[in-house]
């Protein structure tokens, strides 16, 4: 049974590129959220997919964009790279009727980006 | 005020020692807590869920107090391999039948031989 995965696991990018990074859910989950985590910070949530739409998202610009694809899986995209960017980003996928309960999120080993 | 804080860490403990983190949430409307561990450069890997009623697994033990917004996480007979970071997380209904989860910042700790 795959848990969640990502790629690239790690990634160097420069200022004002555009980067996408990639997850797969755990098998059997339907619904999956990025979060981006600062060194020395908790994740912080950046939006959430269910049935290929957003749901929700946190306090992120419009440059941070994503998608899921019929087979759950899904996308974050990054426009217009800032320094402020580099991050360790978080894929955790789970059951969204697991949400209403006591279900936690099983997350992905992450990416490491790096924008110079 | 942050929707989720934490003790500020770090703690450094020596093997054997008993540890406590605690935990506040602001959102009354919150209902479901999680202990997460984070081992460096590692991803967040549940450690426990937190009941009302409190609940213990072993040398770890979560408690829960809805009336004063806190949450608590104790660690005894600390080892060498409990060194990490402790999130603190919280999950509420954050409109319609969408549920978000918040994480604290996180506590640091190192358990010393």
């Known amino acids: 049974d795959a848990g969640v995965t990502q790629s690239p696991t790690h990634l160097i990018k420069t200022r004002g590129q555009q980067v996408t990074l990639r997850c797969s859910p755990k098998?059997?989950?339907?619904?999956v959220s990025w979060y981006q985590q600062a060194l020395g910070q908790g994740p912080q949530f950046i939006f959430q997919?269910?049935?290929?739409?957003?749901?929700q998202r946190g306090n992120f610009p419009d440059r941070f964009s994503g998608h899921q694809f019929p087979n759950y899986s899904s996308e974050l995209n990054v426009n217009a790279l800032l320094l402020g960017d580099s991050a360790l980003y978080l894929c955790?996928?789970?059951?969204?009727?697991?949400?209403?309960?006591?279900?936690?999120?099983?997350f992905g080993n992450g990416t490491r980006l790096t924008v110079t | 005020r942050k929707e989720v804080e934490q003790d500020p860490g770090p703690f450094n403990v020596p093997e054997g020692a008993t540890v406590a983190f605690n935990c506040t949430y602001s959102?009354?409307?919150?209902?479901?807590f999680f202990w997460y561990r984070q081992d460096c450069r590692k991803e967040p890997k549940l450690l426990m869920s937190?009941?009302?009623s409190g609940n213990e697994d072993g040398r770890f033990t979560a408690q829960l107090n809805r009336a004063s917004q806190y949450i608590s996480l104790l660690i005894r007979d600390s080892k060498l391999s409990d060194s990490a970071t402790y999130l603190c997380?919280?999950?509420?209904?954050?409109?319609?039948?969408?549920?978000?989860?918040?994480f604290g910042k996180g506590t640091l700790l190192t358990v010393n031989p």
């Open positions: 937190v009941y009302s």
């Open positions: 997380v919280v999950n509420r209904r954050s409109g319609g039948s969408n549920y978000k989860l918040t």
């Open positions: 955790a996928s789970s059951l969204v009727a697991g949400q209403r309960l006591n279900s936690p999120l099983h």
């Open positions: 997919y269910y049935e290929e739409e957003e749901r």
């Open positions: 959102n009354s409307a919150s209902q479901s």
């Open positions: 098998s059997g989950h339907d619904t």
